[in-house]
């Protein structure tokens, strides 16, 4: 009997990590192979938000799992461009306007680096039993406010031209190919201290470097970095586990080649740098990471 029950619980359990069960809810997933998968009805725009914007993940992280990211459509032009809301915060803070070109049965087409903007915007809610319309309701003003520069950036209403565009195969996930270079800890150590000589921090640790992702490749194999590191400083320089100490904490971005090099002077833009402060919500403009992108080089996908 014991066996037999072992063998029921196994199977169960298969179950659930291949994501044939949902867990805690019905938008409420983990899939081993992968582990969030977008389970919404606008998989184009999904697709079309995930990588344009260079740090999307692709889904509200939320303990042990994850929700669907939220997608609201604004409006849709005679050439079927599409305006929408995308949030993949499960805080509830960030958000973007994000402009689709096109898309057809497996691929969409936008503009890169110009077809979204960012907003930060502080919310009492989570992603659990909000209210009805709650995207449209948070960004409803900022929408209004941004719509139109985006717009003429974007050719709104004008007549497609694929040529401007980058193409992404529809997908449920965020995927960047294999065999990327990641950069090890060494390297994220030596830049996280090159930035922190600039703060004259006292007494700061060693070995700052927490941990890094990919965030972006090129047509040519550039890759987009994002480091996060904290700095805890110490005001006694015979520090030990019992002593008060502050931290300060960075967040970097570099383009390296394939092999991990970069451009020390032009290849690392920091992108948050701040003391004690729990929260690393922070947002930047499309137009910084295109110029940051042109200065090493970056060759978009066509």
């Known amino acids: 009997m014991k066996k037999i029950i072992s063998i029921l619980f196994l199977i169960v359990s298969m179950f659930v990590l291949s994501g044939c ?13 992968n582990p969030f998968p977008y389970r919404g009805k606008y998989k ?21 799992g994850a929700y669907n990211s939220d997608i609201y459509i604004w409006e849709q032009d005679d ?4 305006l929408f809301s995308y949030c993949e915060d499960y805080n509830n803070q960030i958000f973007g306007l994000v402009i689709c070109q096109s898309f057809d049965e497996t691929n969409v087409y936008f503009y890169p680096d110009v077809n979204y903007v960012l907003t930060l915007i502080d919310s009492e809610f989570l992603y659990e ?28 209403n004008k007549p497609l031209d694929k040529t401007k565009c980058v193409s992404y195969s529809i997908t449920d996930h965020k995927i960047l190919g294999e065999n990327i270079y990641s950069l090890n800890n060494a390297q994220c150590n030596e830049i996280l201290d090159n930035y922190t000589k600039t703060l004259n921090l006292k007494n700061p640790e060693k070995g700052p470097h927490r941990y890094n992702n990919i965030l972006q490749v090129d047509d040519e194999g550039k890759i987009l970095h994002e480091i996060y590191g904290v700095h805890r400083h110490f005001d006694n ?6 002593d008060e100490f502050t931290y300060y904490s960075i967040i970097v971005w570099v383009i390296t080649d394939k092999e991990g090099n970069y451009d020390k002077e032009n290849g690392v833009m920091i992108m948050y740098s701040k ?25 978009n996908k066509e």
């Open 275 to 299: 003391p004690n402060d729990p929260d690393k919500s922070f947002i930047y403009d499309a137009s910084e990471v295109s110029e940051f992108k042109s200065k090493n080089g970056w060759k």
């Open 21 to 33: 069960i949902p867990l805690f809810g019905a938008d409420f997933f983990f899939n081993k192979e």
């Open 237 to 242: 320089p015979d520090w030990n586990r019992y």
């Open 79 to 82: 050439y079927g461009r599409t």
């Open 129 to 156: 039993g909000i209210e009805k319309d709650h995207l449209k309701n948070r960004t409803e003003s900022f929408y209004l406010e941004n719509k139109e520069k985006l717009k003429q950036e974007n050719d709104w």
């Open 44 to 64: 184009e725009l999904y697709t079309t938000a995930i990588y344009s914007i260079p740090d999307a993940e692709g889904y509200m992280h939320h303990g042990e």
